[in-house]
């Protein structure tokens, strides 16, 4: 970035605190749990599912987020699953200002990947009913692009440029006519360049009621339901070289209606990503709504542990 | 501008219309769940009627939904002498189809079901059972 000398630090010091208050609007959910939250959920050996997941996020004052995670989860066991998810494109977008000049940018690229093994420690089976807990563990590798666009902070780079870890412990019953899900996690950041994203504890519940068909007799092989999912997330303030970055961090919590449309091979997903309640550090910017869709495709293949 | 192309779809207004539409649904379809019927309520009926008398039927504990059917139904596949698969959700009832003139162990059936990550139940072979209850075969 180009300044003139004369202004430079008078204007760089009102950009950093003005970059700073954007990217903790936007940050606040990095550590939002996806669509639907890693449930508990049976994951057969040698099954391979593969799951799209574009998402679009918007929050007032013309800053929006957009991407697209791609997740594969392999059953290297009955009991264990590896996932692997992979920010394939994120794209933020913010208003800066820059030399009194304030007009929307975009940092756009790569994200992170988060590598992690699900194990499903305890299960009561029995027809028609599942009753899972399964604990997850995850590494978060530094994949993505940290300097995309360097006219935008660190936090609304597609990547963190750091290693973190996740770890969660998830809960499912399900039902021939319902399912019933949750999930807390904690997930913190390793210090890089300086810079350390505040840590997050989160907690999510799901509810899906089956809308069709209402009679299952017989082979059937496609259903649709009704999902209502909330998720909340509380993230610590940043770091930079020790000091707290102001503006960072904070709480959200969002309510998620949505429909499920699933089929033994593949399965479909809208949802609605709406604020219930939010305290996030932001100079009066809001998170607005948001949208996320998911497509789900299994493969099989009779190699496991 | 990519935001406007994205959003381009997405605005506001539709919101309300999908609560609405899903929350009435849920309301018209609530009954439903009281009326629910308990899943293993007839399982001596099913395999009573079950056809023909070389198909093994046998019980699946822990399978919910349809997405969960593929890979139970790709693990019993991968039994050499099963030709066909079919579940039935409401009775957590596998319908196994032997090709002609082959066998299979129930260990080798309750095997596939625990590496489908399910919990195998009690095995009926129609035929077998038919044929234990003649005394003229005994």
């Given at each position: 970035m180009r300044l003139s000398h004369g202004c430079r630090g008078p204007i760089r010091a009102l950009l950093t605190v003005f970059l700073v208050l954007l990217a903790s609007a936007l940050g606040a959910q990095r550590a939002r749990a996806q669509l639907t939250f890693p449930s508990a959920s049976p994951v057969s050996a040698g099954n391979v599912v593969v799951r799209l997941e574009p998402e679009i996020t918007t929050f007032s004052g013309n800053a929006s987020s957009a991407g697209l995670l791609a997740v594969g989860l392999y059953g290297a066991s009955p009991d264990w699953t590896v996932i692997v998810q992979d920010h394939t494109l994120v794209s933020n977008t913010a208003p800066v200002t820059v030399g009194g000049h304030t007009a929307n940018r975009t940092a756009t690229g790569i994200g992170d990947t988060l590598m992690e093994l699900r194990y499903t420690a305890f299960s009561i089976d029995d027809v028609g009913s599942t009753f899972r807990i399964a604990p997850y563990f995850g590494i978060f590798a530094p994949t993505g692009m940290d300097n995309a666009n360097a006219a935008m902070p660190r936090g609304l780079q597609p990547g963190t440029g750091a290693w973190g870890q996740r770890e969660a412990i998830s809960a499912t019953w399900n039902k021939l006519f319902w399912n019933a899900e949750a999930q807390v996690g904690y997930e913190n950041y390793a210090q890089s360049a300086g810079y350390t994203f505040g840590d997050s504890f989160y907690a999510d519940a799901g509810f899906h009621y089956l809308l069709w068909p209402r009679n299952l007799e017989g082979d059937v092989n496609a259903e649709i339901f009704a999902s209502l999912e909330t998720n909340y997330t509380a993230t610590n303030k940043d770091r930079m070289i020790g000091a707290v970055v102001p503006g960072s961090g904070g709480q959200l919590w969002t309510a998620d209606p949505g429909i499920i449309y699933t089929t033994p091979r593949y399965s479909v997903d809208a949802t609605a990503l709406l604020p219930v309640y939010q305290h996030i550090s932001a100079g009066g910017r809001r998170y607005a709504w948001g949208v996320l869709g998911l497509f789900r495709y299994a493969f099989f293949t009779e190699h496991h542990w | 501008m990519r935001r406007t192309a994205n959003s381009g779809?997405?605005?506001?207004?539709?919101?309300?219309?999908?609560?609405?539409?899903?929350?009435?649904?849920?309301?018209?379809?609530?009954?439903?769940?009281?009326?629910?019927?308990?899943?293993?309520?007839?399982?001596?009926?099913?395999?009573?009627?079950?056809?023909?008398?070389?198909?093994?039927?046998?019980?699946?504990?822990?399978?919910?939904?349809?997405?969960?059917?593929?890979?139970?139904?790709?693990?019993?596949?991968?039994?050499?002498?099963?030709?066909?698969?079919?579940?039935?959700?409401?009775?957590?009832?596998?319908?196994?189809?032997?090709?002609?003139?082959?066998?299979?162990?129930?260990?080798?059936?309750?095997?596939?079901?625990?590496?489908?990550?399910?919990?195998?139940?009690?095995?009926?072979?129609?035929?077998?059972?038919?044929?234990?209850?003649?005394?003229?075969?005994?």
């Open positions: - | 779809s997405l605005l506001p207004c539709r919101r309300p219309g999908l609560v609405s539409v899903l929350t009435l649904v849920l309301a018209l379809s609530a009954a439903g769940l009281v009326k629910a019927p308990a899943a293993h309520a007839d399982t001596e009926a099913f395999v009573a009627q079950a056809t023909p008398d070389d198909d093994i039927l046998m019980i699946v504990k822990g399978v919910t939904y349809p997405f969960s059917k593929f890979g139970l139904i790709r693990r019993l596949k991968q039994i050499p002498s099963v030709e066909a698969v079919w579940f039935d959700l409401m009775h957590g009832m596998a319908h196994i189809r032997l090709k002609p003139g082959g066998d299979v162990p129930d260990n080798e059936l309750r095997r596939a079901i625990v590496n489908a990550a399910y919990t195998p139940g009690e095995i009926f072979r129609p035929k077998a059972q038919a044929s234990q209850a003649a005394p003229a075969l005994h």
